[in-house]
């Protein structure tokens, strides 16, 4: 909760994204004691699974963020306007990224959250459910910080010419946006490699 909160007030796009990882550990941490409490090996994978999803998605949404700033010396979440006029790829997959890290599907974020939530509807004890709502409630507090950063790269906005992004930061991007995508589509692959 505290990582949810703090991301809900900030101003700066980096911030934001730092204390988003913040909760974004605590869905794993749930996942994986949540399996270690009860032995069960396939939380534990769930929880790892989580990592690996969080691992593309956040470094997807810090490298657009570094490109908002290259080109536009964006820094704060209000300058990041007008990025889908003058950016459109950038702001995509800054889309894919966020959309992901709220738990959005068919994207990555979903499958791990998805795995990890059923984990918990299996749970033994009370603790289980008291520790899945909290789940789902902070992955409903995301969203109030994840789609305004999402309306504001489409927000129109005057004199927003064009920019050519070089192909050296375009294709890093463009393979993690597929990535993000394969992973929430096909996620047996994926979740058998955490095991």
Known sequence: PPGNMMALVQTHTKRLLAYSTVAQM?????????GLRHDLPWAIQAGFFLILAQAVMKGLAF????ICHFYRNATTIAELRGTATCMP???VTFVSALGGLAG???L????AKWFAVQGALHSPD???YVGLTAFLLNSLIA??????LIGMLFAGAPQTPKIAVSRWMALPIIALGA???VIGIYPGPWLDWTA
Do not use: D
């Open 26 to 34: 605590g869905y794993v941490m749930f996942s994986v004691v949540f």
């Open 63 to 66: 490298l657009c963020k570094g």
């Open 89 to 91: 790829l950038v702001a």
């Open 104 to 106: 959005m599907p068919p």
């Open 108 to 111: 990555a974020g979903f499958a």
């Open 126 to 128: 009370t603790l289980g």
């Open 143 to 148: 969203l109030g910080y994840y789609l305004p």
């Open 179 to 181: 990535l993000v995508l």
